[in-house]
């Protein structure tokens, strides 16, 4: 019996601003670990788009439990 962990992704917040991504990559740990609670972006106010952490695909609500384009679970 293997004790294999299943794959699992992340929501993340990403701002689609090329100079925020610069800034976003610079967050410490502890912080980036509540950016995908985040609404707006923190250097530029705009508002954040959802993603998988696997794929990248953009994701419509906030409240899936799975991806709905790689089929991985959500983790908190
Ligand atoms: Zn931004
Ligand atoms: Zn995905």
Redo the contacts with the bound molecule.
């Keep these: 019996m293997t004790d294999e962990q299943p794959a699992a992704?992340k929501l993340e917040k990403i701002c689609l601003d090329n100079e925020c991504q610069d800034h976003w990559n610079e967050l410490p740990a502890e912080l980036a670990r509540f950016t995908s609670k985040f609404v707006y972006c923190p250097f530029c106010s705009e508002e954040l788009n959802l993603q998988?952490?696997?794929?990248?695909?953009s994701l419509t609500s906030k409240d899936y439990k799975f991806?709905?384009?790689?089929?991985?679970q959500f983790q908190e």
């Design positions: 992704a998988c952490s696997a794929c990248k695909e991806c709905p384009w790689c089929g991985l």
